[in-house]
């Protein structure tokens, strides 16, 4: 039996509700679509440091509306990648030493905290997800065989995730989702290291990092984490000081 809409008072004012929560859903969607998108083109260098950031040619790119193109550019200047000048409008953050440095030593202070707290609580799971992590990490080249001075994008996520793995078992979500964006504020920085330190032995610093955490040396652990990030921060302190 066909019912009828008019038995329900409510039915056109509920429809209405729907279709605004829809449509709201729809617009948050889209935001994050064009986030995703512009944080890629950026992270993939499309979009330089310092570059100004013109509306037409992010439309273009995401393929949206000027809406959910600006609405990615407050969180993308929110979280640092992005400023904002009244007279000149958004442009990508430039590279900063002094933001290379508080990153560095925030990454050391909280992965280190993450790292000790992984060590003491981490189970056979933990110590599998490392293993797994870093295999699959050291199955692929870091750079790209045609553009040598740039990190294949199959490699970094794998290196992401052996960096997420190390400190998965601290038991702070808080803690986590801080490593989290530290490790996003750092990879702009990051990509640009890789053009000036070639000759560095990355893969041996990684395995000696998941040696000393899966023998349960917290100290041991930590330094050899503190010290992979410092030479990052020394080869790009090179080439920041003489821009």
Same mark, same amino acid.
């Given at each position: 039996?066909?019912?009828?809409?008019?038995?329900?008072?409510? !039915?056109?004012?509920?429809?209405?509700?729907?279709?605004? +929560?829809?449509?709201?859903?729809?617009? %948050?969607?889209?935001? %994050?679509?064009?986030?995703?998108?512009? !944080?890629?083109?950026?992270?993939?260098?499309?979009?330089?440091? %310092?570059?100004?950031?013109?509306?037409? /040619?992010?439309?273009?790119?995401?393929?949206?509306? &000027?809406?959910?193109?600006?609405?990615?550019?407050?969180?993308?200047?929110?979280?640092?990648?992005?400023?904002? +000048?009244?007279?000149?409008?958004?442009?990508?953050?430039?590279?900063?030493?002094?933001?290379?440095? #508080?990153?560095?030593?925030?990454?050391?202070? *909280?992965?280190?905290?993450?790292?000790?707290?992984?060590?003491? =609580? %981490? #189970?056979?799971?933990?110590?599998?997800?490392?293993?797994?992590?870093?295999?699959?990490?050291?199955?692929?080249?870091?750079?790209?065989?045609?553009?040598?001075?740039? &990190?294949?994008?199959?490699?970094?996520?794998?290196?992401?995730?052996? =960096? $997420?793995?190390?400190?998965?078992?601290?038991?702070?979500?808080?803690?986590?989702? @801080?490593?989290?964006?530290?490790?996003?504020?750092?990879?702009?920085?990051?990509?640009?290291?890789?053009?000036?330190?070639?000759?560095? #032995? &990355?893969?041996?610093?990684?395995?000696? @990092?998941?040696?000393?955490?899966?023998?349960?040396?917290?100290?041991?652990?930590? /330094?050899?984490? *503190?010290?992979?990030?410092?030479?990052?921060?020394?080869?790009?302190?090179?080439?920041? $000081?003489?821009?």
């Amino acid at each position: 039996m066909v019912s009828n809409i008019f038995e329900n008072p409510w !039915h056109f004012a509920k429809s209405g509700n729907e279709m605004a +929560d829809a449509k709201k859903k729809s617009s %948050g969607t889209l935001a %994050g679509d064009a986030y995703t998108l512009i !944080h890629e083109a950026i992270r993939a260098g499309r979009f330089r440091p %310092g570059d100004r950031l013109r509306f037409a /040619e992010l439309q273009a790119l995401c393929g949206m509306s &000027v809406t959910p193109v600006r609405e990615a550019l407050a969180r993308l200047t929110a979280e640092g990648f992005t400023t904002l +000048d009244n007279h000149k409008g958004y442009s990508v953050a430039s590279l900063s030493l002094d933001e290379l440095r #508080d990153i560095t030593a925030m990454r050391k202070l *909280c992965e280190s905290e993450a790292l000790r707290l992984s060590i003491l =609580h %981490g #189970d056979d799971g933990w110590e599998s997800r490392i293993i797994a992590a870093h295999h699959l990490m050291a199955r692929l080249p870091r750079q790209r065989d045609d553009i040598p001075s740039v &990190v294949r994008d199959d490699w970094d996520e794998r290196h992401a995730a052996f =960096h $997420q793995a190390l400190i998965s078992a601290c038991r702070s979500p808080i803690l986590l989702e @801080i490593c989290e964006k530290l490790f996003t504020r750092a990879d702009r920085y990051r990509r640009v290291s890789i053009s000036v330190d070639l000759t560095r #032995d &990355v893969a041996a610093e990684h395995r000696m @990092i998941m040696d000393r955490t899966l023998a349960r040396d917290p100290e041991g652990a930590v /330094e050899a984490l *503190c010290c992979h990030y410092q030479e990052t921060a020394n080869s790009l302190e090179q080439v920041l $000081q003489a821009m």
